[in-house]
């Protein structure tokens, strides 16, 4: 379906949230020709600076969102309303889309993906493969069914790793016992050993369709904290599978036009499991800068194509004969006394580097994915030879950190 411009009309790209992160989105929009509103409380936000209009409002607040849309509208209408961020900006998104009649995801939906025990339930009713849920026996009783672990608890809502804790037997769960009031906010299931990867999909008129396929390591089986995505995954010629789980999950979550991240293990058995999935972008720069690098494809600017009914570009189903590493940078606790970030940037495979944290700043050792240090992402003829130019921009960066 094409979108038919009408005449001298302004047409508006919604950004919910203007803050770093939404930068690529709020460009790509303009590059196509949109007026873009961005809304943020924070009138700072540099998104802003590339926004036509701006909205101080709370993203929490969609109503009053709308209210405000509704009273710049009068020389214009809008094509579109997306976001990069999650969770409440998610919920935000789609009550808009709703309002004004866009196609997006259901705002019924969207608690479906924010809640994990709920996802949980809607892979198993889909008939989607997922790590089993389980419901824990008394304290006094845990002894008795060895056979439950290792385990896994994760909060029902949250991200970035946040709260993840593996118990590899009885006695490491009864120390940290949750309390009747902290069952309700976690839930435990199997630990699966295998592979990770992340399934970045577009989901355009209910029909999934396969972006790229990353792999990912984490720095240990205790904090789970993300370090390496290595695109393409070694698991790329099982492409069809992936996709089949990708078409399940926009079906059984009723999902029209939106990106679509999946994560999944492969276990030592060779079945595909889903972790979780999430209606939109995610971090990781992988969208923005990894997948682009790799396969040529623009993943934002043709999901907002899809969305605002632009002519879309189905992605390239193929498999270069390159390879993109992003690697993040974790330390030790201490202070960072240190760094020079401009270095890496100079080094032939480099294509972009990040520091997050400032001089002085206090550094731990990496308990979730807000503690990383920094970010580089390479280039190379093959995923051996991405790695080694990411360890050695790693090196260029001179971080030092004082105990």
């Known amino acids: 379906m094409f979108k038919k411009k009408k005449q001298a009309e302004t047409e508006f790209f919604i950004s919910i949230g203007a803050g770093l992160n939404q930068m690529p989105l709020i460009r790509e929009a303009r590059n196509l020709g949109y007026h873009v509103i961005g809304i943020d409380r924070n009138t700072s936000a540099p998104g802003f600076l590339g926004c036509d209009l701006k909205i101080q409002e709370s993203i929490h607040d969609r109503k009053t969102i709308y209210q405000k849309l509704n009273e710049v509208l009068f020389t214009g209408e809008i094509s579109g309303i997306m976001t990069r961020s999650y969770g409440t900006a998610i919920k935000t998104t789609a009550y808009l889309n709703e309002k004004f009649n866009i196609s997006y995801l259901p705002l019924l939906q969207c608690d479906n993906f924010i809640d994990k025990k709920l996802m949980k339930e ?50 490491e769960l009864k120390k940290n016992w949750p309390s009747p009031t902290q069952k309700n906010k976690i839930i435990f299931e199997h630990f699966i050993t295998g592979d990770e990867v992340i399934i970045a999909g577009l989901v355009h008129d209910g029909t999934f369709y396969l972006v790229d396929m990353t792999d990912k390591k984490t720095s240990d089986d205790v904090s789970f904290v993300d370090i390496m995505h ?45 972790i979780e999935a999430v209606p939109e972008f995610g971090g990781e720069f992988l969208c923005d800068i990894a997948i682009p690098a790799r396969t040529g494809y623009n993943f934002i600017s043709q999901a907002i194509r899809s969305m605002t009914g632009l002519r ?38 480099v294509i972009f580097s990040r520091v997050f944290k400032g001089i002085g700043a206090s550094i731990q050792a990496a308990q979730t994915n807000h503690d990383r240090i920094g970010v580089v992402i390479t280039k190379g003829k093959t995923a051996d030879a991405a790695i080694a130019t990411a360890e050695k921009a790693v090196e260029l960066f001179n971080i030092k950190i004082k105990d």
């Open 230 to 274: 290595v695109s393409p995954s070694r698991y790329f010629d099982r492409h069809k599978e992936f996709i089949e789980i990708g078409q399940n999950i926009t079906t059984a979550f009723q999902l029209h036009s939106t990106p679509l991240i999946i994560e999944a293990i492969i276990g030592t058995d060779g079945k595909i499991r889903v």
């Open 312 to 349: 879309f570009k189905l992605p390239p189903l193929k498999k270069p004969k390159n390879a993109v590493v992003v690697q993040y940078i974790t330390g030790h606790g201490g202070k960072l006394v240190s760094c020079s970030p401009e270095k890496p940037r100079n080094l032939k495979g």
């Open 122 to 171: 809607a892979f198993l009713a889909a008939g989607i493969p997922s790590a089993e849920m389980i419901k824990l026996p008394a304290r006094n009783r845990i002894d008795k069914f060895p056979h439950l672990f290792p385990l896994i608890s994760k909060p029902v809502t949250g991200h970035a790793k946040t709260g993840v804790i593996l118990y590899k037997n009885p006695e």
